[in-house]
Structures are given as structure tokens and as C-alpha cells.
């Protein structure tokens, strides 16, 4: 993914996700060392050894042999519903992104062993920075670091822990999007936001092997690209590799890179991947909360590749973890925790 040029040298409600705060394991970065040597026999499947999805596409990029996917599809056939865990199979055998825990000492472990594992397979982790403070006005992802000191602490430790190793990072997603929101984050906060993102995104930028794309929404969100041109600039997005869209979202594939393409116009040429996790079905019908939190008869998208057929589009990129909820809406578990029933119901929609 990484562009000679790439310009860093020269120069509605989108998101639900609580990043859980879960260790990283040492047997993660053993796992996927032997995933990255196993050849054939009983070992892994072909997608978590090679980060291709099973579908040899050229993604880069690594999947988790240890992720929840992974782990309900092998419940599943421990108990028998081997059509269940070929569904969920659709998920696990896919790579996903690595959300970042909120505490200092964990980001800056996960974001080592990530990045370790992902690398010993010869891939790149993706991973996604969600730890702004005042995050997602006091909705269900609510919270993020107490201040910017600790938030730039919190980063340190992120840039501590990716060091030279490849890695694809998102940049907090919603964060810029609700500076435009009115009535979202206070005003007050406002200067202090653009400057942690952009201390983030040069922060990234300065590594070996590592590109950024700072998140913009989607679509659906702020309708006129031209609006988000002069915050992105604000906050970073010339030293960035890029911006990132329809990260947790629904919009079809085809209005996000058109979307996206009359953005990088008015940007001067950026690139831009694109989260096509959820989205095969494209949105839902209706407004608000509905639309957005966990919404029935959506459909698994585009495998990640970064073959998509468009010059300033870098990547699709399974962003969102499919099957871990939008919220605690209609008796569905918190956000970012893993949901079983919904990740049945998206894989079952999604084309074999």
C-alpha cells in the first residue's frame, strides 16, 4: 500500500465501537508466527496465514488467528452447528482492524504484539486509533482519554509499540465529522481536538512503515465534501497518506468512492481507502438510531484488497469488526462487544 509519492513527503452518527480492555496474549504472536509457516495439514486457514481472505486478492493485510470470529466459529463446530461456523467463517477467515485499548500501557502492548504478529506472517496489521477525548458525544461509545495530556501519552505509547514494523492506522474515527455536528462536541473543545489529530497523524506519519488515513465520515453524514476540506486540512491530512470513509457505516461501495473521489478532488489528489465491513446490502431504510445501531438485513461487503479498480482509492478495509455490536440498542450487548446473532445475520445476507 505504501506510495513513493505519497503526499506526507511532500508536504449522521457513524460509529459505535468500545474497545474492550482485553490484553494482548503472548500466544497471539506465537499463533500467527506459525500461521505465517504453515503450508498445509490441520494448521490455519489459507486467510489467517495469509491476510487474503482465502481469495489470494493481494491484501496485505493480517488477520488475527485469535479474534472473536475466530473463536465462535470453532465453538460452533465444537458443538455441532457446523453450518453456523461455516457462516461465521465468512468473518474469521477475513482480515480485520485492531481497536486500540484506552489505557496507555495496554494500546502501547496491543499495537507491539500487533504489529509483531502481523509482520512474523509477513503482513500488515490494521490497526485503529478511537481514544479522543470526548469522544462520540455521550452516545453509546462514549468517553475516550480524560484530557489531551493523557491523550498524548496514550499516542506515545501507539508510537511506541508499532516502532518500524508495517501497520495501516486509522485515525479516530467520527472525531473530525462531530466537530461539524451542532450541538455534538462543545465548541470548547474544539482547537484541542484538531490538535491532538494532528499530532496523531504526523506522530504516524514519522515512522518507518506506517501509513494513516485520517477518518472523514461517510457519505451519508456531511453532504457537501467541500465542507470537510478546510477541518481535514486542520487536522492533518497533508501529512497523512490519506482519509478514511464510511468507517462502522453502511453506504454502498460505489457512493463512497464517488463520495470519496470529489473529496480527494478538492483535496489536490488524496487517496482514501473505503470500510466496506457491513456494507453489501448498503444502508437501511429510516433515520436515527435505526439506521445506524445494529440495523436487521445488512450484508458482509467487499473482502479487504487493495485492488479496487480505482487509482485514489488505496484499500477496502474491514474496519468495523463485523459481528461486535453498534450498541446496547433493543437488548443488544454494548457497543464493541461481540454479538453473535447479528454476525450470523450479516454472513448469512452476504453473497458465498
Known sequence: MRRPERQRRTAPRATAVRVAGVRVAAVLVAAAVLG??????????????????????????????????????????????????ELIERIADRPVAEWLGAERAEAEEQARAHTAAAGAAGRRAVLVLYNIPHRDCGQYSRGGAPDAAAYREWLAGVVRGIGGRPATVIVEPDALPHLLQEGCTPHRFHDERYRLLHEAVTSLAALADTDVYLDAGNAGWIRDPGALVEPLRKAGVGAADGFALNVANFRTTAASVAYGRELSRKLGGAHFVVDTSRNGNGPADGTGEAAWCNPPGRALGTPPTTRTGHERVDAYLWIKRPGESDGSCGGAPEAGEWFPRYALALARQARP
Open 36 to 85: 505465517g509457516c504453515a503450508g498445509t495439514g490441520g494448521g490455519p486457514s489459507r486467510a489467517a496465514t495469509d491476510g487474503s481472505g482465502g481469495h489470494g486478492d493481494g491484501a496485505p493485510f493480517w488477520n488475527n488467528p485469535a479474534g472473536p470470529a475466530e473463536r465462535q466459529a470453532a465453538a460452533y463446530r465444537a458443538a455441532g452447528r457446523h453450518r453456523d461456523a
